[in-house]
């Protein structure tokens, strides 16, 4: 019984690992707005392909609030987005030079 579960456990990894280790494309956009504490960003955006998203200035989520510090209002960003859970969520941010 412990054996199956483990096994199941190890089948559900593999299925997972693929899933998180592929990266949603880099997108050019513009910080206009971060609130720490509610662990959100405000990005001035280009199009997003993998949401199927035209340019537009919005709301993401943070997935890790590390990610708000690596950035402030009005730095050039390139960043990822996808939908976590229903929510529109930056899962990578960085500086663009
Ligand atoms: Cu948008």
């Known amino acids: 019984m412990k054996f199956r579960s ?4 190890a089948a559900l990894i593999s299925f997972a690992a693929p899933a998180l280790a592929q990266t949603a ?11 720490e504490s509610a662990g959100k960003i405000t990005i001035d955006h ?3 392909p993998n949401l199927d998203m035209p ?6 989520h943070a997935s ?7 950035v402030k209002a ?5 960043f990822s987005a996808e ?8 899962t990578h941010i960085e500086q663009a030079k």
């Open 46 to 48: 280009q199009k997003i």
């Open 25 to 35: 494309p880099l997108v050019a956009g513009k910080v206009t707005k971060i609130d």
């Open 74 to 78: 009005g730095d050039k960003v390139k």
């Open 6 to 9: 483990v096994l199941a456990l």
């Open 83 to 90: 939908s976590v859970n229903g929510q529109l969520t930056v």
């Open 64 to 70: 890790d609030p590390a990610l708000l510090k690596a």
């Open 55 to 60: 340019p537009m200035t919005m709301v993401f």
